[in-house]
């Protein structure tokens, strides 16, 4: 069972995020003051982009869509550069004083000859629809994990929040961004160094995080759609953890842990509220439940899919079913399950450095390899 600490914790969660909802849902936000969208809340700590490589990985903040608050982090691990080309470590303090003396200094520029390829990590993070960012504390600790341990390089998405920004905002943000890698990857369409030098399109693996598993599922449905029209790009696995799923038909899971840990029943169908528009709602919507009739494209189509779920985690039979669904068709879906787990015990902050969140960050790695590995991949679009 979960600790004390995490009960405790759970039930003020729940509290002040349940009273956000409700006051969203009663008193909307003036959406003709948030044009552009927002991706992160000011009561959520953020941590600043260091392009430095410090403990191994550089990160910058980009900005895709100037007409939008959409914008991506980029994880950059100091393995692609090649061993003659790594700085020096330096102390943070070294850093900063670097950082004021050169206030132009845009950290670690590629020279043209250290430009080892790395896969790309396209990451959606998790908070219901409503909440978290790209730049968390929490989600920058998990992405800088992920791109040390699979050698590649994370591109997470800041996608524009509900309500200011209801369906299908988050989800076009996701194909943007897949766009917008396609183009890095040219030395004459690419402006953004870090990837023209280092990105392998070729060898792109979508992880999605709590909802940002639905918005990695839309992604790669479209990906199936548009085939070569994303060339380079091509999308070799994906990754849903404790993916954001729902249906009208309750499952056990649903019935017996309805008032579960974090995010419980209650507090989702909030959410959805939120970022659903209202003549749109629906548990059956093709955002919240992937086994919608007549949804497409087929499942036999969808790239290697290793779901993640959690004991105590109300929508885990959801993603249960949709990974048998998927291993129904001869679609490679293996399915990580848990024990003593809680919806985002990997992602987290408090539980960062548990056991378990440790141990799925490897088993992650370790299944993706075979598809990110070079001349390992047969899988592609």
């Given amino acids: 069972m979960p600790s004390i ?9 729940k509290m002040r995020l349940k009273n956000r909802l409700q006051g969203w849902i009663q008193t909307p936000p003036d959406e003709s003051s948030n044009q552009e969208g927002v991706r992160t809340r000011p009561e959520e700590p953020v941590s600043a982009s260091n392009p430095y490589f410090t403990d191994g990985i550089a990160t910058k903040d980009i900005r895709v869509d100037p007409s939008t608050a959409l914008s991506v982090r980029i994880f950059l691990p ?27 200094d845009q950290g670690y520029t590629p020279s043209g000859q250290n430009c080892r390829k790395l896969p790309i990590m396209l990451q959606f993070h998790g908070g219901g629809w409503v909440s978290g960012s790209n730049d968390s504390v929490a989600n920058d600790s998990f992405c800088q994990r992920i791109a040390k341990l699979c050698d590649a390089i994370v591109v997470a998405v800041g996608y524009r929040l509900a309500p200011e920004s209801k369906y299908p905002a988050a989800f076009e943000d996701g194909l943007k961004v897949l766009n917008w890698l396609g183009k ?5 369409t690419g402006d953004e160094p870090w990837l023209v030098a280092h990105a392998d ?3 792109c693996v979508l992880l999605g995080v709590s909802c940002g598993a639905n918005i990695a599922d839309y992604v790669a449905r479209r990906t199936v759609e548009l085939g070569k029209e994303l060339d380079p790009v091509k999308v070799v696995a994906q990754i849903l953890m404790y993916p954001f799923f729902l249906a009208n038909e309750p499952t056990q899971s649903e019935i017996r842990l309805a008032n579960t840990y974090f995010y419980d029943k209650a507090i989702c169908l909030l959410a959805w509220q939120l970022f659903l528009p209202k003549d749109e709602f629906s548990l059956e919507h093709p955002a919240a439940n992937p086994l919608t009739p007549n949804r497409g494209p087929p499942l036999k189509l969808m790239p290697p899919t290793l779901t993640v779920v959690a004991e ?3 929508m885990r039979d959801q993603g249960v079913a949709y990974s048998e669904e998927l291993r129904k068709v001869n679609v490679p879906a293996p399915l990580l399950d848990y024990k003593d787990t809680v919806h985002e015990f990997a992602t987290l902050e408090m539980l960062l450095k548990t056991p378990q969140a440790e141990a799925c960050a490897e088993d992650i790695c370790i299944w993706v390899k075979k598809y990110i590995s070079l001349g390992c991949h047969e899988f592609s679009y």
């Fill in 5 to 13: 600490t995490v009960k405790l914790y759970s039930v003020f969660f």
């Fill in 78 to 104: 100091e393995s692609a550069l090649l061993p003659s080309e790594r700085p020096q470590p330096k102390s943070k303090a070294e850093e900063s004083s670097l950082k004021s003396e050169n206030n132009g």
């Fill in 184 to 188: 890095q990857s040219n030395n004459s």
């Fill in 201 to 203: 399109p070729s060898r």
């Fill in 312 to 314: 105590h985690d109300w």
